[in-house]
DNA sequence: TTATCTACCAGACAAATGTCTGGTATGTAA
DNA sequence: TTACATACCAGACATTTGTCTGGTAGATAA
């Protein structure tokens, strides 16, 4: 007989274990339960997990494989999906860009349809703690609101900016009083997509 | 024999339907997409899905139950963690804090095991470009190097700040003028880990 | 002591699920 | 015409997967 646990605590980290999987797409297997925490028995492994669904914590479809999942109403979403960041974005080849990415960021989504993402370049948005080298997450869409941050394109060049609506153009304004705001004619600027997101991976300390 | 479709229609319907399951975190098996489009013939849905995985468009565990997959992530890395957003550090809990978070952020990284996220509360790394409810990813170590953005416990209170290492104490300083360096006893402050990135998600403008 | 509960093991069996083989039917190219 | 490719059907079989039954062991309460 294998070493037990305290009542509950190897339950606790089922239910991890499982809401993590269920996350990734991937719900496992009782047996797949079994091996993961080293049962030598399947009816360990199911046991937990029916009691999880006797607490409410799981929910189940009888008789199915792969059948153990959140109840309705407890999902965390469905899995990560994984946003293409480009690396050179031109009018033009958006859509080049997207398919030749640089690299991948996971995200929580529900699809990475729309989703885009560009390194910031220059020191404009400073005010707004967004960063050189930062990276926005970019929903697709051709316009947007009053007062959100925008990924434009003016004359060929991708910039992150503050949109402003006039009555008859947009102003495209800077968090840092070192910028001037750009102000575009209509034929010349277009809005890519709202900025959604903002990361920052930090390295070595400057000291 | 049941009505033909044009090639690659019905596969291409039967991608997007798989696609969304898979999204559902309910991956189909083979029958389910045969019932879904109203086979007659299980093997008719695995032609199809047969050919999804020839066209690098579906992956698969063979002979699992429920294998067909999205191909790993068009790239070379790993699949994404899941790294634990904690809802509230104290100290003495932080096991059980990563036990019961509050939610999980996909990242690109090779273990979840050491990472941990949390919320910046108040605007003492203005600075930094960190911002109130940024969520900051922490990778868990007891010491870090001088200059550093760490997370320390300070009197039972988790803080984010840049760390200064002076000969017999550390130092916790912010990046705001309106904030005072923290100057914690040692037996009062403890490192939870170096902050390796920082997220943030835009909701609607304030115009 | 017995009774009950929880955490584990072992084995067997039924059903779900993946897979294979053999086939029809249609359209296109040689 | 034949050959080939694609989209479908039908049936059988092997494996995976869920489930059940019977058990040990430890802790706690009556």
Redesign the interface.
């Known amino acids: 007989m294998s070493p037990r646990t305290q009542p509950g605590r190897t339950r ?2 089922i239910y ?1 274990y499982v809401r ?1 999987q ?6 496992p ?1 009782v047996r797949e339960v079994q091996h993961a925490f080293g049962f030598r028995a399947v009816q360990t492994a199911r046991e937990h997990l029916e009691r999880l669904v006797k607490e409410g914590l799981l929910a189940k479809r009888p008789g199915k ?2 059948g153990y ?2 109840p309705a109403g407890k ?8 946003i293409p960041l480009l690396g050179h974005v031109q009018a033009g080849n958006l859509n080049a860009a997207i398919e030749h990415p640089e ?6 989504a ?2 990475a349809d729309k989703l885009f993402a560009l390194r910031v370049r220059g020191e404009s948005m ?1 005010g707004a ?3 050189p080298n ?1 990276i926005v997450i970019v929903h697709s869409q051709p316009t947007a ?5 925008v990924v434009a394109l003016v004359d060929d060049e991708a910039t992150v900016k ?1 949109l402003r609506l006039r009555r008859n153009r947009i102003e495209l304004h800077p968090e840092n009083p070192d910028f001037e705001p750009i102000l575009p004619p209509p034929d010349r600027c277009s809005i890519l997509g709202k ?8 390295d ?4």
């Open positions: 606790e980290r991890q993590k269920l996350q990734m797409g991937q719900p297997t494989a792969r999942c959140l999902q965390d979403g469905p899995p990560p999906v994984l690299s991948y960021l996971p995200a929580n529900r699809s400073l703690g967004i960063l930062d609101e009053n007062g959100e941050i503050r900025v959604t997101e903002v990361r920052r991976f930090i070595s300390p400057a000291n």
